[in-house]
């Protein structure tokens, strides 16, 4: 049984730092890329941040310079820093993996999300 679980949210205030933490766990055979999502109430879920296998890292424009997106791969964790936290920040985040499992018909891919972890900002 594959898991990505994500720790790490709250409630911060305008100018804050948070840092969401997601780790994967089972029988995993090895992890493509890692992202950060997030969805506001009423918003459709957008992508904020990703990070490849060779730590090649993509961010929203609207995080630029404030979110940092990292990965400890002896861990199978990927980590979202988040500086200078805005109102307009708040939302659910989610991690996503690409996943490679070791199955009986041989190496899969699989995409896999977390459960969601809560940020609030106030302002």
């Known amino acids: 049984q594959v898991q990505l679980v994500e720790s790490g949210g709250g409630l911060a205030q305008a100018g804050g730092s948070l840092r969401l933490s997601c780790a994967a766990s089972?029988?995993?055979?090895?992890?493509?890329?890692m992202d950060w999502y997030r969805q506001a109430p009423g918003k459709q879920r957008e992508p904020v941040a990703g990070?490849?296998?060779?730590?090649?890292?993509n961010y929203r424009d609207s995080v630029k310079g404030r979110f940092t997106i990292s990965r400890d791969n002896a861990k199978n964790t990927v980590y979202l820093q988040m500086n200078s936290l805005k109102p307009e920040d708040t939302a659910v985040y989610y991690c996503?993996?690409?996943?490679?499992?070791?199955?009986?018909?041989?190496?899969?891919?699989?995409?896999?999300w977390g459960q969601g972890t809560q940020v609030t900002v106030s302002s």
């Open positions: 996503h993996a690409d996943l490679l499992l070791s199955t009986k018909y041989g190496i899969k891919g699989y995409s896999y």
């Open positions: 089972g029988s995993i055979f090895s992890i493509n890329a």
């Open positions: 990070i490849s296998s060779g730590e090649n890292t």
